[in-house]
């Protein structure tokens, strides 16, 4: 009964979702071949080889901190991205916030880039106040009606906060987590795709 539950509201989610993304401009998210597969309701989910990974789409939002200005994921080319979905609102977000810097801190050197989506959090301010708290070093896209999360294609379970997606260098994606994580989690993972050779175009 349970699970039929969350099925129906991760369904609704999805609806609101795709009927929001016709209007407002603080997040756009279109395209990308990425299709979403849990098996079995995994919640560590990867991607192997690096041929048969598909790509997000178009994603691109206003900076949290610098309103007015904006991120897209076309910034980072070349690089390994970690995506993180958060909110200061959720208890997990708030415990792995440390280890997440502590891996963006440790790679960055090997051509791996952090970007954050900050959704739900409709009082900007106490997502600001959460970044400084936290001495997050690397950007976030403010996100709050979650429009963001359509390029991670339209299976992907919106209600799962927090959510961490590792994105090879030709940002097609390669992991996902669906749960907290510890930087021993998440750094051995982020270090073998930042080491897989580049493809010949």
């Known amino acids: 009964m349970r699970k039929t539950l969350h099925a129906i509201a991760g369904l609704l989610c999805g609806i609101v979702l795709l009927s929001s993304c016709a209007t407002g401009t603080d997040a756009v998210a279109t395209g990308g071949t990425f299709d979403f597969v849990s098996p079995g309701g995994q919640t560590r989910i990867f991607y192997d080889p690096p041929a048969d990974r598909g790509t997000l789409g178009t994603l691109t939002g206003e900076d949290l901190m610098n309103e007015g200005e904006t991120?897209?994921?076309d910034d980072f080319a070349g690089e390994v991205v970690v995506l993180n979905v958060w909110g200061q609102w959720c208890a997990p977000c708030r415990s792995e916030a440390d280890d997440l810097e502590q891996v963006y801190e440790e790679t960055k050197d090997l051509g791996v880039a952090f970007l954050g989506i900050n959704v739900r959090d409709n009082q900007r301010d106490k997502a600001q106040d959460f970044v400084t708290d936290q001495q997050i070093g690397y950007p976030s896209i403010y996100d709050p009606a979650m429009r963001s999360l359509l390029a991670l294609g339209r299976s992907y379970p919106t209600?799962?906060?927090p959510t961490t997606v590792v994105l090879d260098r030709e940002h097609?994606?390669?992991a996902v987590?669906?749960?907290e994580l510890l930087a021993s989690d998440l750094?051995?993972?982020v270090e073998r795709v930042?080491?897989?050779p580049v493809e010949d175009q």
Do not use: H, K, M, N
Request: no cysteine.
């Open 71 to 73: 991120i897209s994921l």
């Open 159 to 161: 209600s799962v906060v």
């Open 172 to 174: 097609r994606v390669a």
């Open 177 to 179: 987590y669906l749960t």
């Open 187 to 189: 750094q051995p993972v």
């Open 194 to 196: 930042a080491a897989e």
